[in-house]
């Protein structure tokens, strides 16, 4: 009887208890779409990707004049792809319109003839070696040898010797000092948030670099092929600045990052073949493109806890590791993140991964098990392409099983997890709150918002309805398991029924 008035009691309190609780939606981001069909409009090829925007990547027309259009399509024009221009030498001006945000690699390379060009503000990310060889990139070095652009120096190639780069810019774009021979150092300013893919690629004679605090994200081989990168390397063969790991290509054996570190940066690890296992520490959050790619001999990854993003290819072929269990945090896995890894047998998926993207496990050959959540709610064609040997473990009526179903992959079911009103994998206050605001729903009528395989874990005391009592055993149990007590939502309502 004391129990059922101390049942009775807390179900009255809920309502204040959980108000902190109300529903939260995890952002997460959404990895590559599927190969998109190049269309054409005019005198512009063009594809449509997944957020509705056209990217153009190839100009046909023999204008000497033109503005490029807005729209293609019906759709806004974003991004000018890599090479869309290229040797368009009978250009002599170009404006690209407000809303494009993104130029390619090469986009307007050997562009000859082209001195006048408007870039707007929209745009902040530029493709090495984007205006290469064009008259309008020749005379902005004659004016200035540091070409800036919205903030973000595009071109330093002109700079020699020691070298300052100027307060205000924000970023350093791709390939902006590519093969510079003449660069001995480099001082990066604060404020400075980014530095692109090979900015200081092959700078030969680069023996100082200085960066700044405010440095966030390095791009891939940023430093590689310089003096400065092989003295670091003697020093620590983890190359790591203000918590990027810039470079670990000398790593061998059983390899600790050091703690503090949050990024991997991309091809940090790039080849290496003598590395055999690899610790990551939990204030690591990002693995970036192609971090560990062609690491044949990886066997072993450990910790790696607080990691949230798997980048492009950050594990391609890696054909020595056998099992992989993403962390819980994850909540974006992207294209090809494990394509190639021969060995790899098993795969659970973290409860916040939204879509298994482009190539995913592509050519996983020793697959036989991937577990994916019920969060999961988009999966490539291609996501397991070459993996004959795969079975999915999926929830019932979930995205995986209809996915397993459409495309003929063995599957087995799993069970729900008592308690999970909202299907993320734990049983905490939320799923308190969710089932709470149900019942109350369900109380006046109203539609109640939960699936009937929520309504089935939701029923915790199994008496046939969920309710206030249900929601009072999950709150006592979140709370006991917080507090480290060794403890199970089916005990707790055994012990006090």
Not at 38 to 58: L, P
Not at 103 to 127: E, K, M, N, R
Not at 362 to 388: K, Q, W, Y
């Amino acid at each position: 009887m004391r129990r059922h008035r101390l049942t009775a009691a807390i179900c009255a309190a809920l309502l204040m208890i959980l108000a902190p609780f109300l529903p939260m939606m995890q952002t997460a981001t959404v990895v590559h779409a599927e190969e998109a069909e190049t269309q054409r409009f005019g005198d512009y090829s063009y594809t449509i990707g997944e957020d509705e925007t056209a990217t153009i990547t190839h100009y046909h027309g023999t204008d000497t004049e033109i503005t490029i259009p807005t729209m293609l399509g019906g759709y806004p024009v974003t991004v000018i792809g890599d090479k869309a221009f290229y040797g368009g030498e009978l250009l002599t001006s170009v404006t690209i319109p407000e809303g494009v945000t993104e130029i390619g690699i090469y986009a307007f390379y050997f562009c000859t003839s082209l001195t006048d060009l408007t870039i707007p503000s929209s745009v902040t990310h530029f493709g090495s070696h984007a205006f290469a060889d064009s008259a309008w990139l020749k005379a902005k070095r004659e004016s200035d040898q540091f070409v800036v652009v919205n903030d973000i120096l595009v071109d330093g190639y002109a700079c020699k010797g020691d070298v300052t780069i100027p307060e205000g810019v924000k970023a350093i774009a791709n390939g902006a000092f590519y093969h510079d021979l003449g660069l001995t150092s480099v001082t990066v300013p604060e404020g400075v948030t980014a530095i692109g893919d090979l900015a200081f690629y092959d700078c030969e004679n680069l023996k100082a670099v200085t960066l700044p605090e405010s440095l966030q994200t390095c791009g891939n081989d940023t430093f590689a092929n310089t003096a400065w990168l092989e003295a670091q390397r003697k020093i620590d063969p983890c190359v790591a600045v203000n918590g990027l790991l810039v470079d670990a290509k000398a790593c061998a054996g059983d390899v600790v990052i050091p703690e503090g570190v949050t990024t991997i940066g991309g091809t940090a690890f790039y080849h290496c073949e003598d590395l055999t296992s690899v610790t990551i520490p939990e204030s690591v959050t990002t693995i970036g493109e192609m971090a560990f790619i062609g690491c044949t001999h990886l066997a072993t990854i450990r910790g790696a806890k607080g990691v949230e993003t798997i980048a492009d290819r950050a594990f391609k072929d890696c054909t020595s590791l056998t099992a992989v269990v993403l962390p819980a945090r994850v909540t974006t896995l992207e294209f090809g993140a494990f394509k190639g890894c021969t060995s790899l047998t098993s795969v659970t998926v973290s409860e916040k991964v939204p879509a298994i993207g482009r190539e995913t496990f592509s050519g996983c050959t020793s697959l036989a098990s991937v577990m994916l959540p019920r969060a999961v709610g988009h999966i490539a064609e291609d996501a397991f392409a070459g993996c004959d040997a795969l079975t999915l473990s999926v929830y019932r009526n979930s995205y995986a099983q209809n996915f397993a179903e459409a495309h003929a992959i063995p599957y087995v079911l799993l069970a729900d997890l008592l308690g999970d009103v909202d299907m993320d994998g734990a049983v905490d206050a939320k799923d308190a709150s969710d089932l709470l605001v149900a019942s109350t729903k369900k109380a006046v009528g109203h539609p109640v918002g939960l699936e009937s395989y929520q309504q089935d874990v939701a029923d915790v005391n199994k008496d046939d309805k969920f309710d206030a009592v249900d929601a009072s055993f999950i709150l006592i149990y979140s709370t006991m398991k917080g507090t480290g007590k060794d403890v199970t939502l089916e005990g707790l309502v055994a012990g006090n029924t």
